[in-house]
């Protein structure tokens, strides 16, 4: 059980355009989803926390009108890279949760792997 | 704030030899701490937690971890180290900022286990 899905699993865009990156926890409901980039070699930053039906929660420094994040369901959270640059390359890690549920810990997709010409 | 530190960029054991990763925690309150592990372009795969209880954690594929509140370390462990096993491995930390249980994680340790 505890089983989340990204999709895509990779995406090549042109610099300027748009990318949707969507995170999905396919048994069991997310009250709680989190997205995460990590640069090669590096650790995992976060960038926000979502609950369902509300507004994420952005980490200082992370542009929340580049990175529009929206969960709309409780099985869905969908991760928006607006106008995407170079530097947005990166590899993209969502990861959900349901305390009240009874899943405690934070279960982690496979990950997105963009890259920006 | 709460952090863990992983002090070692790479660790590397002969296949068959015991294997330690090494993990610092400093926190406010009692830890929750965790370990993770990452295969080539993966995501995550949670190993293990301590929470309370005993200091020694077990956890999947034969690791464990000693949970040492004088040290406050939290290393990872396995007795016989498999060339599969070679990874890159995260310590992890929840932080309660904001109302959720976010993960603090450290900047991760590659193993590389040679036959």
């Known amino acids: 059980g505890a089983v989340v899905s990204q999709h895509p699993s990779r995406v090549i865009c042109k610099s300027g355009t748009s990318v949707k990156i969507e995170c999905r926890s396919l048994?069991?409901?997310?009250?709680?989803m989190f997205w995460y980039r990590q640069f090669p070699k590096q650790s995992l930053m976060l960038m926000a926390t979502?609950?369902?039906?509300?507004?994420?929660?952005?980490e200082q420094g992370v542009e929340k009108d580049k990175f529009l994040i929206n969960h709309a369901s409780l099985t869905l959270s969908t991760l928006t890279v607006t106008s995407a640059h170079p530097e947005d390359s990166s590899f993209y890690i969502c990861?959900?949760?349901?305390?009240?549920?009874?899943?405690?810990?934070?279960?982690f997709g496979p990950g997105t792997r963009l890259t920006v010409l | 704030a709460q952090s863990v530190a992983q002090p070692e960029d790479q660790v590397n054991v002969a296949e068959g030899n015991p294997l330690t990763v090494k993990c610092t925690y400093s926190?406010?309150?009692?830890?929750?701490l965790f370990w993770y592990v990452q295969y080539p372009n993966r995501g995550l795969q949670f190993l293990l937690k301590?929470?309370?209880?005993?200091?020694l954690v077990k956890g999947s594929y034969g690791f464990e971890a000693e949970f040492n509140k004088s040290q406050t370390s939290f290393h990872l462990k396995k007795p016989s180290a498999l060339v599969s096993d070679s990874a890159l491995y995260f310590c992890?930390?929840?932080?309660?900022?904001?109302?959720?249980?976010?993960?603090?994680f450290g900047a991760g340790t590659r193993l590389a286990v040679h036959p």
């Open positions: 990861s959900a949760s349901n305390p009240a549920g009874g899943f405690n810990e934070q279960f």
């Open positions: 048994d069991f409901q997310a009250t709680t």
């Open positions: 979502s609950n369902e039906g509300s507004k994420a929660t952005y």
């Open positions: 926190v406010s309150g009692n830890p929750y």
């Open positions: 301590y929470i309370t209880g005993d200091n």
């Open positions: 992890a930390v929840r932080d309660r900022s904001g109302g959720y249980n976010k993960l603090i």
